[in-house]
C-alpha cells in the first residue's frame, strides 16, 4: 500500500509564495494536487506523470504554480506563487492509477496523502 504524506503549508500573506511536497513510500505512478475548502468540493489544482516529462495544471493556477518531481527522493513538489485568499484549503496529493495518464478527477486517484493546510491572508 502506497502511502503519501504532504507538508509545507502554513500562513501566507496575499501574493505570497509556499512549496508543498509530497513524499510517497515508493516510486508511484502519476500524481495530482488537489485542494478541498470548507463547504466546497475537493478540486483539482495540477498533476505530473511518472517520468516528471508531462504535467497538467487547472486553469486558475497555470503561470503561477509549478509542479516537479524528484524521483531519487520519490518526492513530489508544488511551488505556489501569487497565492490568493480563495485559495485557503487543505491541499491533498494522490497517486493516479495510470503512470502517464494525468487526469483532474477524483476518482482516478487510488491514495491520498492527509493533507496540508494552506491559509492565504489578505
Known amino acids: 500500500q502506497v502511502q503519501l504524506v504532504e507538508s509545507g503549508g502554513g500562513l501566507v500573506q496575499a501574493g505570497g509564495s509556499l512549496r508543498l511536497s509530497c513524499v510517497a513510500s515508493?516510486?508511484?505512478?502519476?500524481i495530482g494536487w488537489f485542494r478541498q475548502a470548507p463547504g466546497k468540493e475537493r478540486e483539482f489544482v495540477a498533476g505530473?506523470?511518472?517520468?516528471?516529462?508531462?504535467?497538467k495544471y487547472a486553469d486558475s493556477v497555470k503561470g503561477r504554480f509549478t509542479i516537479s518531481r524528484d524521483n531519487g527522493k520519490n518526492t513530489v513538489y508544488l511551488q505556489m506563487n501569487g497565492l490568493k485568499p480563495e485559495e485557503t484549503a487543505m491541499y491533498y496529493c494522490?497517486?493516479?492509477?495510470?503512470?502517464?495518464?494525468?487526469?483532474?478527477?477524483?476518482?482516478?486517484?487510488?491514495?491520498w496523502g492527509q493533507g496540508t493546510q494552506v491559509t492565504v491572508s489578505s
Open positions: 515508493e516510486r508511484t505512478k502519476a
Open positions: 505530473i506523470s511518472r517520468s516528471g516529462g508531462g504535467t
Open positions: 494522490a497517486r493516479s492509477r495510470s503512470a502517464t495518464t494525468i487526469f483532474s478527477t477524483v476518482d482516478a486517484y487510488d491514495y
